[in-house]
């Protein structure tokens, strides 16, 4: 049910932007999902992070990430604060009282690149893998396709915590082409200049 609710390619090229993500589940499902969406001018990205594990948590999940394409869909649009509150009504109208689901949205002006974005209380990074370094690993990955960056990182969660994983692990990663003009020369599918030397294998 968790693995339904995620898009159906992790990886997605445009001439504007390339997003890439990858949900590492924890022992037991714990809710995570990450979804994205590519319109004519803007990118729209959500983290969300369903409370508590099994069932109960994939529902939650299910009934708020829909709730959040519906309101994409909706021909006047919304802005992320609307869209969260929207997301936020459906929730409370459906889910028990103790039940609750923490996210962040994302939009991306493509042409320019300017990103708003809505935490709706998400928690702090990492939870039990703050010995990544994230800045140093972003650093040190530029020269990666996004895929290749997700998976490497999902990895060194994986190394810090040992592969016990107390809670799911999911991470996006995207890179803006500057300008919303067709200046990549891709006929279909994904940049080969853009490949890279994996380091997974490292």
């Not at 869909?73 to 923490?102: C, I």
């Not at 690993?137 to 040992?162: F, G, N, W």
Request: a negative charge; glycine letters at 6%.
């Amino acid at each position: 049910m968790q693995r339904r609710l995620l898009p159906d390619s992790f990886t997605c090229e445009a001439a504007q932007a390339t997003i890439a993500g990858w949900m590492e589940p924890a022992a037991t499902v714990a809710g995570d999902t990450f979804d994205y969406t590519f319109g004519r001018s803007a990118l729209e990205l959500s983290l969300t992070d369903a409370m508590g594990h099994g069932l109960a948590a994939a529902l939650l999940a299910t009934l708020v990430v829909n709730s959040l394409r519906n309101v994409r869909r909706e021909p006047t649009g919304a802005d992320l604060a609307s869209m969260a509150a929207k997301a936020n009504t459906v929730m409370n109208k459906h889910a028990n009282p103790e039940q609750f689901v923490t996210g962040l949205l994302l939009r991306v002006d493509l042409p320019s690149g300017e990103v708003s974005a809505v935490n709706a209380g998400h928690v702090p990074f990492y939870r039990n893998a703050t010995r990544v370094d994230l800045s140093a690993e972003l650093t040190a990955t530029t020269h990666l396709h996004p895929r290749e960056v997700v998976q490497y990182l999902t990895r060194l969660v994986r190394d810090a915590c040992d592969d016990q994983l107390q809670d799911d692990a999911t991470v996006l990663c995207l890179d803006w082409h500057r300008g919303s003009g067709p200046e990549r020369s891709v006929a279909s599918g994904a940049n080969p200049t853009r490949a890279s030397a994996s380091l997974l294998g490292r």
